[in-house]
């Protein structure tokens, strides 16, 4: 039988770990705010009435494609672009194709500083190996201007959050219905989460402080694992209409 991703890639590793997704979920909803075609999620409305779980569908169906088979993972990025051809029509407009590359960017970037931040520096194999994995979505969704490997890739990435990126009324709207949705608690660790992944670009945009209040307890969180208290700490910082979901992300096939 085979595999979309290989079953002893780092990418599985790293889809396989519910920690790991969610900060590259915290990365790209901090990012997410910021694209400049951001409105055509505001478009159908589900993003503003519903962000963590719009933001959640978008990593649910990319960890689905790593650990399917090649033909259900083809299905599953087929599925996806005729959800957005649909709400092409409905507008009557074409999303654009950057707006396309933006995502996909956004979750290659996110898998590497996510696992960088919890477990370990990637070494070039991986990076690349990384790389190929959502280029091959890419391709699939017929994207245009795709960077053939990881080194060509990450100029086009720079100039990406040089030009792609502002803070708009979509922006402020968006990081409000977080705080709405998450409570000022949770949303305050979001954000803390948020500037241990996201790019300075990001952080400059976004207006966010220097200090990082969240870094000194990553080190504590990494050893709550040997302790096997992970779990508590998650379910304590998560809404439980989300901690079901989550805890099946850690099921790796």
């Known amino acids: 039988m085979e595999y979309f991703v290989a079953r002893d890639s780092v990418v599985r590793r790293i889809w396989g770990r519910s920690d790991i997704i969610l900060f590259i979920f915290a990365?790209?909803?901090a990012e997410f705010a910021?694209?400049?075609?951001?409105d055509w999620l505001y478009f159908t409305g589900k993003l503003p009435s519903d962000p963590l779980g719009r933001l959640f569908s978008t990593v649910s169906y990319a960890r689905?494609?790593?650990f399917s088979t090649r033909e259900d993972a083809l299905s599953a990025i087929d599925k996806i672009k005729n959800i957005h051809q649909v709400v092409e029509?409905?507008?009557g407009g074409k999303i654009p194709d950057?707006?396309?590359?933006?995502?996909?960017?956004?979750?290659?970037?996110?898998?590497?500083a996510a696992f960088e931040l919890l477990e370990r520096k990637m070494n070039p194999s991986e990076k690349e190996e990384l790389y190929q994995v959502f280029y091959q979505v890419g391709k699939r969704m017929e994207l245009k201007e795709l960077p053939v490997n990881y080194l060509d890739w990450l100029p086009v990435r720079q100039s990406h959050l040089?030009?792609?990126?502002?803070?708009?009324?979509y922006s402020i709207d968006l990081f409000k219905q977080y705080?709405?949705?998450?409570g000022t608690f949770r949303y305050r660790v979001l954000i803390e989460a948020q500037k241990l992944v996201v790019p300075k670009r990001v952080i400059s945009l976004l207006g966010f402080s220097s200090l990082l209040w969240l870094q000194p307890a990553v080190p504590f969180y990494k050893f709550s694992k040997q302790l096997r208290l992970d779990g508590l700490i998650k379910n304590l910082l998560l809404p439980s209409d989300y901690q079901?979901?989550?805890q099946a992300l850690d099921v790796v096939s």
């Open 27 to 29: 990365g790209a909803s």
């Open 34 to 38: 910021l694209n400049k075609a951001v």
């Open 89 to 91: 029509q409905d507008r």
């Open 179 to 182: 705080r709405k949705h998450l």
């Open 98 to 112: 950057w707006a396309y590359r933006d995502v996909l960017f956004m979750l290659i970037y996110y898998s590497k």
């Open 244 to 246: 079901a979901q989550i």
């Open 162 to 169: 040089e030009h792609d990126l502002e803070n708009s009324h």
């Open 64 to 66: 689905e494609i790593v």
